[in-house]
């Protein structure tokens, strides 16, 4: 059973931007944080992005901080991840994460996760 779906992934060239969209299927998801990861080809899944329930705080990677936009809509269950000014370093799957804690840089501190949507960003 799919409880987060990923979508708004796609070819960009580096300058360009991409919104990238996760919505949670489960009601009791939009009272949970939600992060953003992504894992490059032969790398790790890093962190990108999270946000807090109420949309109140958010925290960044620094590789993305000034860059990237994380974002939600509890009305309609669904955070967002505005890019802006991206990098051919920003290839990657991007995968959308939720869980009852706040704060966490590191893909176990989440419990559910989407399948991921692909960007890549031409040079």
């Known amino acids: 059973q799919v409880q987060l779906a990923e979508s708004g992934g796609g070819l960009v060239q580096a300058g360009g931007s991409l919104r990238l969209s996760c919505a949670a299927s489960?009601?009791?998801?939009?009272?949970?944080?939600k992060g953003w990861f992504r894992q490059a080809p032969g790398k790790e899944r890093e962190f990108v992005a999270g946000?807090?329930?109420?949309?109140?705080?958010?925290y960044y990677a620094d590789s993305v901080k000034g860059r990237f936009t994380i974002s939600r809509d509890n009305g309609k269950n669904a955070v967002y991840l505005q890019m802006n000014s991206l990098k051919p370093e920003d290839t990657a799957v991007y995968y959308c994460?939720?869980?009852?804690?706040?704060?966490?840089?590191?893909?176990?501190?989440?419990?559910?996760w989407g399948q991921g949507t692909q960007v890549t960003v031409s040079s």
């Open positions: 946000i807090n329930w109420s949309g109140g705080s958010t």
């Open positions: 489960r009601r009791t998801f939009s009272t949970y944080a």
């Open positions: 994460a939720a869980d009852k804690r706040y704060g966490s840089r590191f893909d176990y501190g989440f419990d559910y």
